[in-house]
C-alpha cells in the first residue's frame, strides 16, 4: 500500500467525478504520495495543525496510471532523505485503487500527527 495526503472536500468531489485529481498532478504532472514510514514526515512539514485531512491507502496493484519510484520532488522534510524514493501516480487515481479511507487529523495540539490507529501494519519500504 501507498498513501496519499488529501482533503475531505477533494476527496468528496473525486467521488462525484469517478477519479480522484490532486492539484499537483495540473501544475507537476504527478500526484505525491508517500510510504507509511514517510507519511508522517510530509504531513507534520507540510500540513501541521490542518483538520481537514483523510489518507488514502492505494493498491499499487489496482492503479491504472503509472506509478513511479522518484527522489523528492522538492526539498525534503525532516525525517527524509534525499536518497529516499517517493511514489508519484502520473494521472488521475482510480478510486477502484482506493483500498480505504481514513481520518486523518492532528493529535497534539502543536497540530502534529500520528499514524492512524486503523493503518494496518506493513513491511513496505
Known amino acids: 500500500m501507498i498513501?496519499?495526503?488529501t482533503s475531505k472536500q477533494e476527496w468528496l468531489e473525486s467521488q462525484t467525478r469517478g477519479e480522484y485529481l490532486a492539484p499537483s498532478l495540473e501544475t507537476e504532472g504527478f500526484i505525491h504520495?508517500?510510504?507509511?514510514k514517510q507519511v508522517l514526515h510530509v504531513a507534520n512539514a507540510?500540513?501541521?495543525g490542518r483538520t481537514d485531512l483523510v489518507l488514502l491507502m492505494l493498491d499499487e496493484a489496482k492503479l491504472k496510471p503509472e506509478l513511479k519510484w522518484e527522489a523528492p520532488a522538492?526539498?525534503?522534510a525532516a525525517g527524509i532523505s534525499e536518497s529516499d524514493l517517493f511514489p508519484h501516480i502520473f494521472g488521475?487515481?482510480?478510486l477502484t485503487a482506493v483500498a480505504s479511507v481514513?481520518?486523518?487529523e492532528p493529535d497534539s495540539a502543536q497540530g502534529t500527527f500520528s499514524l492512524?490507529?486503523?493503518l494496518p501494519p506493513s513491511d513496505h519500504r
Open 92 to 94: 488521475p487515481i482510480n
Open 46 to 48: 507540510f500540513y501541521r
Open 102 to 104: 481514513l481520518r486523518f
Open 74 to 76: 522538492g526539498p525534503p
Open 116 to 118: 492512524p490507529p486503523a
Open 33 to 36: 504520495c508517500s510510504t507509511e
Open 3 to 5: 498513501l496519499h495526503i
